[in-house]
């Protein structure tokens, strides 16, 4: 049960105030040293393997060339990008659920990941671009997607039940013509793009990683700053919101936009990772112990997820990597049981 928010102020000398709660502070910063100790534990880890010391050692520039090559240019890429992707997923999902009102709102389940999806295939089936085009197909997708949601549900609609019915029938669409692009692609395009679909780190470089860590850059402050206390007005309703002076249509579109980007652009780094946008806001929220949000937890635990779900997938099974997709897909799908049990014993479905 969601608890009264106890709030604390941080006043500056003749500026602003800020509130934050204590408890979503200290649970951010606790996911977030979680999601950073597993970093260590999976930049050590591999064929050649590194104790922690010696990976913070050569992170802060004091390793070997050797070791520098290893860390630096072969399994950093690799775990900024599980961390990056985590936690814009987490951020969109928790922008998702707040604005529809409803847990079951991620952009797994709304399409928005279909979305991406299409884009990035069309581009590899028809051009066999590089990481650039992938991220620029990705956001086009995604975009595409949200407007043709947004326009179906229309203004009034872009919220609660409507939104996630017309999400689901679109990534029903979007699915369908993901696999009729598949079977019009050549033989290593269908392979590559199989792979990118089931969600997979693997071999993942700089080039890969930076479009999400930009935008996941730009987007997160002007989200945290900027929107967090209008988007908590709306969970209380439009005419609450409207109320308290919240342009309402405004600051919709403006989080379904930055909510649609950073999923497009996490699914452009490493496919369409299911379930992490769906499990981390509501672990967040259990977590916090308080309605709302929760924006930074949820991003926090996000990126907590996806590298340990890296961690399992390299770890799982000796001599074998699984995707990473295929790891979340497992564990989000028994989540997702039981909170459609569990919303189904409350009435809410």
């Not at 991220?135 to 326009?151: E, K, P």
């Not at 039940?161 to 013509?177: D, K």
Request: glycine share 14%.
């Amino acid at each position: 049960m969601s608890r009264t928010p106890h709030f604390a102020v941080i006043r500056a000398p003749g500026g602003p105030s800020f509130r934050f709660r204590p408890r979503a502070l200290a649970v951010a910063a606790v996911c977030l040293g979680i999601a950073l100790g597993t970093s260590v534990l999976l930049i050590g880890s591999g064929d050649f393997p590194m104790s922690p010391a010696d990976v913070v050692r050569t992170l802060f520039g004091h390793g070997s060339p050797a070791d520098s090559l290893i860390v630096n240019q072969i399994r950093l890429p690799r775990v900024a990008a599980a961390l990056a992707v985590g936690a814009a997923l987490g951020l969109a999902g928790a922008i998702f659920q707040s604005l529809v009102r409803n847990p079951l709102g991620s952009p797994d389940i709304l399409g928005f990941g279909q979305g991406a999806a299409t884009g990035v295939l069309a581009v590899i089936v028809l051009t066999g671009a590089g990481s650039v085009a992938v991220a620029a197909g990705a956001a086009g997708g995604g975009l595409a997607t949200g407007l043709v949601v947004y326009a179906v549900a229309g203004r009034h609609g872009a919220h609660g039940q409507r939104l996630i019915l017309v999400g689901i029938g679109v990534a029903a669409i979007l699915t369908g013509v993901n696999g009729y692009l598949l079977t019009q692609a050549k033989i290593t395009d269908a392979a590559r793009a199989v792979l990118w679909l089931t969600g997979s780190l693997d071999g993942r470089d700089w080039a890969d990683a930076a479009p999400v860590i930009a935008v996941l850059g730009v987007l997160g402050p002007l989200v945290l700053a900027g929107c967090g206390r209008a988007l908590r007005m709306l969970e209380m309703g439009d005419d609450a919101a409207h109320g308290l002076g919240v342009p309402i249509e405004r600051v919709r579109l403006l989080l379904l936009t930055a909510a649609v980007l950073l999923t497009s652009l996490a699914a452009a780094a490493a496919g369409p990772v299911a379930f992490v946008a769906l499990t981390a806001p509501q672990l967040a929220r259990r977590l916090t112990r308080t309605a709302g949000p929760n924006l930074l937890p949820a991003a926090c635990v996000g990126a907590a997820l996806l590298v340990a779900a890296d961690w399992v997938a390299q770890r799982a099974f000796p001599g074998h990597q699984l995707p990473v997709g295929v790891v979340t897909g497992l564990l989000g799908g028994g989540y997702l049981v039981w909170l459609l049990v569990t919303e189904r014993k409350t009435g809410r479905i």
